[in-house]
């Protein structure tokens, strides 16, 4: 591979990532599954760089899941979105930045069609006037918390603890970065790096230290597939297009997994533990499988917080062989402790 | 009035239309922005579809025009109309005063890097159609030892909205079909495949060497558009695309992934056109006034057209234009020195 | 005309252009290497306003394979988007009530009930006290305590589940529900679940299975016909 060859890709695809002042909302399948990821980033943005991130309790799904799996309308899901806009443009923000991947390409979807059918914008005008009362400006700017982070990536490095880097051998961690495929894919420029190889997160690997893998299932999806997922008839979809990026990346021997998109960790996750269940098969060059984290938590171990304080112990994958190969301390017997 | 023509374009089409204006009895004159004469013929090894060697080609195309003026590395800078003639001013601070013009410009290969999901300058496996000839010609360039497994991807660039080339780029086809049984010839252990959408194989012979690479080579021919292509653990390249006959999705690994880079409009048709305020189409080659019977035709006064500058051609076809170009210029100069 | 009700939504319009079957979206679709799927196919066939074939199409279990990632729009050399076609083509055999002719089509009364209940009820698309581990043994052990736990965990790692104020998971103040439930009332999603469940009942009815077994039923059981 040349790495020269990327670097050309990447230099096309800058996007404009705002210094502050955000509107922020969350995402329900990182509330969910990753709770500790969000507060970690408020804490990271707010507390320790004093940047303005404000949120609303008012604000609510934009109905992103309901939408993929056709169980709503698209006007409805626009009129959702539109309110969500009017409550940021009533806080008095511009800048919209969401936790999650599904909700930052509906946005951009959404933003696009009504550029080229201003009609339809009218007419959701209308239709949120009609419930709501209440009126919006299109952001100026709409980045997913990633992107926040990958900005942000060296300042995190300077007041960091720790390096993705094996503390025996002194080696670059092996990192597979998986990208949500609503992040770019419908948009390329939308994206830090666009689609084909996007740097929003390998940024971030290679700043705190590791090493990135391109596999040849790198682009493919997790296999989430909403309704593919969501009604248990169809799994098999879900579980074999994880099955089939682990069996293409395992042979490159990662230590980790980094990812954007709050659904594809679950996925990577939960699968391999089924894969491990029903077919005796552990991934991982110590078969202790691969750890899968967000890039929330590994921006926060690199910055030296507590393993148990990030949530790490939501997940079914172990995750201490990723942090003794780093040798982050933690307490095992705090792990279950509530 | 002058007997002098300006030649933009060192090409075939250039060459050609030197020396039909030499027979005529005029004087032109090439200005060439290279540092060589030939334009991409020169660079390749073997010609479609009879495999002829492009350099006794070229030779052809040059031995006659050995005495023609030509500037080297030279491009046009400034015309203004001056009664009948132009003057013409060129880089380097030479001046030429002719009564004609004939662009020549020719046209670039597709910047292959452009296409991203095919990985060209990224994965060590993937090169272009012309890194492979460049390879027949020299052996330099890239490196090919001993493939047994070799694609070919048909419109790399061409036939594609996505990156703003919506023509066919015409050549690519039966270059592919070529280029595929050279790889055999050269590496009998060698299994090749060809993917295409449509295989365009409009010319005399070019159905037979297509016959030839089925029969004589065994070359498969996939009818579904390569999607994605990566490199997996030992450096071959994957690629992904769907047998469309078959409806089915597939995945090879080959050694060598060849690109079929097509032909597009390069700035040097942009800035001569400006410089001359020639019309261009949406695809960035030169309109000619009119596009079937007078395809040398600028639609300005004295300013004529030859070649690959007005959209994708063969070389065979590219001569005719030429020689009809110095026709209508002799038409041209005549009538006028009558009036 | 099927092809002209396809054509007022929106994402038909961006999602077809005009088709040239490369095969380029089918190649990558991580549907069509599991299902009998091809979404070129899709899009050559709603191309050629077969008025026949588009109503097989929306009776289909085709279009409810496709996992909405949207890895066909990227590639496609026509600016097709077959993933948009699928969606245009799920609305509308929604609206004319055939999703309950396929099998994978009458999902979408389990799929409805959970995700618009998730969103009028709480305000979230998936919310902790209704994602039940039985139906998610994939979870693992890790997630039986989670489940077992729920409160405390959260606590823990510093969710705000069903609090006041901001926050993970926080309790989204009913006036913000009752909005939600106006804008699904006016942009026809109320009226889109009442159909789902008008039609999903009839036919429970004629199985002679409750709502309890109908449902169980088309959450679990996938024949074998889907796949390759």
Redesign the interface.
């Known amino acids: 591979m040349i790495v020269e060859g990327k670097k050309k890709i990447w230099s096309e695809y800058q996007k404009d990532i705002p210094d502050d002042h955000y509107f922020y909302v969350r995402s329900c399948i990182r509330q969910n599954f990753f709770p500790a990821s969000e507060k970690v980033f408020l804490d990271i943005v707010r507390d320790r760089l004093g940047l303005d991130f404000f949120e609303t309790p008012h604000h609510t799904t934009c109905g992103g899941i309901a939408y993929h799996s056709d169980s709503i309308p698209q006007e409805t899901l626009m009129t959702i979105v539109a309110r969500q806009f009017a409550l940021m443009t009533e806080a008095g923000y511009e800048n919209y930045v969401c936790s999650c991947i599904t909700s930052f390409g509906i946005y951009n979807e959404i933003i696009n069609t009504w550029f080229h059918y201003p009609e339809l914008e009218a007419k959701i005008r209308e239709l949120l006037w009609e419930a709501s009362k209440r009126e919006f400006k299109i952001p100026k700017s709409v980045v997913h918390a990633s992107d926040v982070i990958y900005k942000l990536r060296n300042k995190i490095l300077e007041s960091g603890k720790y390096r993705l880097v094996n503390k025996t051998t002194g080696e670059p961690l092996r990192v597979v970065e998986h990208i949500g495929c609503h992040y770019s894919k419908m948009f390329p420029s939308k994206g830090v790096g666009g689609a084909e190889y996007p740097y929003v997160l390998t940024g971030m690997a290679e700043a705190w230290g590791g090493t990135v893998i391109d596999y040849p299932e790198r682009r493919h999806c997790c296999g989430f597939g909403f309704r593919q997922y969501l009604v248990q008839a169809n799994r098999g979809y879900s579980l074999s297009n994880t099955h089939k990026k682990f069996e293409s990346m395992a042979p490159f021997k990662p230590d980790m997994i980094i990812t954007n998109c709050p659904g594809c960790p679950y996925f990577l996750d939960r699968w391999q533990y089924v894969i491990e269940e029903l077919e005796g098969k552990t991934y991982g060059a110590d078969s202790k499988g691969i750890p899968v984290f967000t890039y929330e938590e590994v921006a926060g171990l690199v910055l030296g917080y507590d393993p148990w304080d990030l949530g790490l112990q939501m997940h079914q994958t172990a995750v201490e062989p990723l942090l003794d190969k780093i040798g982050i301390t933690y307490n095992k017997e705090d792990k279950y402790k509530i | 009035m002058t007997d002098r023509v300006l030649i933009i374009g060192g090409g075939p089409a250039g060459l050609e239309a030197a020396n039909q204006l030499n027979l005529l009895g005029y004087k032109p004159v090439i200005v060439e922005k290279d540092d060589t004469l030939g334009g991409h013929l020169a660079k390749w090894d073997r010609l479609f579809p009879e495999g002829e060697s492009a350099e006794t080609v070229l030779y052809k195309l040059i031995k006659p025009v050995e005495h023609t003026p030509v500037y080297l590395n030279t491009i046009v800078e400034k015309a203004d109309k001056e009664g009948n003639n132009f003057r013409v001013k060129l880089s380097g601070g030479k001046e030429e005063i002719v009564s004609a013009i004939l662009v020549c410009a020719g046209f670039s290969l597709f910047p292959a890097e452009k296409k991203e999901e095919y990985g060209y300058g990224i994965y060590n496996g993937v090169i272009t159609s012309s890194d492979l000839e460049k390879w027949f010609k020299t052996g330099k360039g890239v490196n090919i030892n001993n493939p047994s497994k070799v694609g070919f991807v048909h419109c790399v660039g061409s036939r594609d909205e996505k990156i703003c080339n919506r023509q066919c780029s015409k050549v690519c086809c039966v270059t592919a079909v070529k280029q595929a049984c050279e790889i055999r010839e050269k590496f009998p252990d060698s299994e090749v495949f060809c993917f295409y959408m449509d295989l365009r194989m409009f010319g005399r012979k070019y159905e037979d060497l297509y016959l030839k690479a089925q029969n004589k080579y065994r070359v498969r021919f996939i009818r579904g558009r390569v999607s994605e292509v990566s490199e997996d653990f030992t450096g071959k390249v994957v690629i992904k695309a769907e047998d469309t006959l078959s409806s089915k999705p597939l995945k090879v690994s080959l050694d060598l992934l060849v690109l079929m880079t097509g032909m597009i409009s390069n700035n040097s048709i942009g800035e001569i056109s400006g410089i001359l305020s020639l019309n261009r189409a949406e695809d960035g080659f030169i309109e000619p006034s009119d596009s079937i019977t007078k395809m040398y035709d600028s639609g300005k006064e004295g300013i004529f057209l030859a070649g690959a500058v007005t959209g994708p051609k063969t070389i065979p076809e590219t001569l005719s234009e030429a020689r009809a170009s110095a026709l209508a210029i002799h038409n041209y100069l005549s009538n006028k020195a009558l009036q | 005309m099927l092809y002209d009700r396809l054509m007022e ?3 038909f ?2 999602g077809l ?1 005009a088709c ?16 009998k799927y ?1 979404p ?2 899709i899009t050559d066939t709603v191309q050629s306003k077969d008025e026949d074939e588009i109503e097989k199409l929306l009776r289909s279990e085709t279009i ?8 066909c ?7 097709n988007g077959p993933g948009l076609i699928i ?1 245009a083509l ?2 509308l055999s ?1 609206e004319l009530g055939y999703f309950i002719d396929s099998e ?1 089509g009458r ?2 009364l ?3 009930r ?3 209940g ?2 009028l009820n709480y ?6 006290r209704t ?1 039940h581990y039985s ?1 998610h043994p ?6 039986k ?2 489940e077992d ?1 729920l409160d ?8 705000n589940l069903d609090g ?7 309790k ?2 009913q006036s ?2 009752d ?2 439930k ?8 109320t009226e ?1 679940m009442e159909k789902i469940e008008t039609i999903s009942k009839k036919r429970a009815k004629e199985l002679g299975l409750s709502d309890e077994e109908y449902c169980r039923q ?5 024949s074998e016909e889907h ?1 390759i």
Request: charged content about 20%.
């Open positions: 939504d929106y994402r319009k961006e252009n040239i079957n490369c095969g380029t979206c089918t190649a990558i679709c991580p549907a069509a290497e599991f299902y091809d070129r196919i409810w394979y496709c996992g909405q990632c949207m890895s729009i990227t590639r496609c050399p026509r600016k969606q799920r609305n929604q994978k999902q979408q389990v799929l409805n959970a995700l618009c998730n969103i305000g979230y698309c998936v919310y902790p994602f139906d994939e979870n693992g052990p890790v997630g305590w989670i736990n405390a965990v959260h606590k823990r790692v510093g969710s006041e104020g901001p926050g993970i998971l926080r989204i103040p913000d529900l909005e939600l106006r804008i699904f009332d006016v942009t026809g999603a889109r088309i959450f679990t059981i996938n796949y």
